[in-house]
T-cell receptor, first 114, second 111 residues
Framework: DGGITQSPKYLFRKEGQNVTLSCEQN?????MYWYRQDPGQGLRLIYY???????QKGDIAEGYSVSREKKESFPLTVTSAQKNPTAFYLC?????????????FGPGTRLTVT | GNSVTQMEGPVTLSEEAFLTINCTYT??????LFWYVQYPGEGLQLLLK?????DKGSNKGFEATYRKETTSFHLEKGSVQVSDSAVYFC??????????FGTGTRLQVFP
């Protein structure tokens, strides 16, 4: 089945450690996105990539980094510079042709930093 | 730029009640409009969409009509179930490939 996988579902880290969240898609989509969701809140865009080897900052990129070396993969690193990293992280992908812009989401990773 | 506004929640209903969640938008042209649903602890799933004015999107008993006159895309369901309890997001694209999401409306359905 085609879709987006995120691993792990739950992640625990100590403060001061960098941590990398995985996102893989087999939908052959060009564009990929990372969102952050805090309890009771909407989605905030961290980074997005419309093509391999290129990515742009979203609304809250500080303290995060990404890479896009393969079309299928868009890992997110939460660095120790991120002041409040505990949150639910969602990855999404979409086609860039046509005008639908429909995004498909992964199941999310809940990160807890103590 | 494009924007979307949806009603604040929570919306609390008894099973079999009628549901309306309001969504209005501001946009250049007539972009596609979307409703996404997020069940507890999960990612977002596309619930329905409409790609042009006057289109009606429907899925799982939910409906929304793309109304350009009122710039609205309200979500409706005639008879909600406990299993419909979730957070619902209205969305539309901006001028690039990004989606703009509303703040989400939590629906709680009680038996």
């Amino acid at each position: 089945d085609g879709g987006i996988t995120q691993s792990p579902k739950y992640l625990f880290r100590k403060e001061g450690q960098n941590v990398t969240l995985s996102c893989e898609q087999n939908l052959n989509h060009d564009a990929m996105y990372w969102y952050r969701q805090d309890p009771g809140q909407g989605l905030r865009l961290i980074y997005y990539s419309q093509i391999v080897n290129d990515f742009q900052k979203g609304d809250i990129a500080e303290g995060y980094s990404v890479s896009r070396e393969k079309k299928e993969s868009f890992p997110l690193t939460v660095t120790s510079a991120q002041k409040n990293p505990t949150a639910f992280y969602l990855c999404a992908s979409s086609r860039t042709s046509g005008n639908s812009y429909e995004q498909y989401f992964g199941p999310g990773t809940r990160l807890t930093v103590t | 730029g494009n924007s979307v506004t949806q009603m604040e929640g929570p919306v609390t209903l008894s099973e079999e009640a009628f549901l309306t969640i309001n969504c209005t938008y501001t946009a250049t042209g007539y972009p596609s409009l979307f409703w996404y649903v997020q069940y507890p602890g999960e990612g977002l799933q596309l619930l329905l969409k409409a790609t042009k004015a006057d289109d009606k999107g429907s899925n799982k008993g939910f409906e929304a009509t793309y109304r350009k006159e009122t710039t609205s895309f309200h979500l409706e369901k005639g008879s909600v179930q406990v299993s419909d309890s979730a957070v619902y997001f209205c969305a539309l694209p901006d001028n690039t490939d990004k989606l703009i999401f509303g703040t989400g409306t939590r629906l709680q359905v009680f038996p």
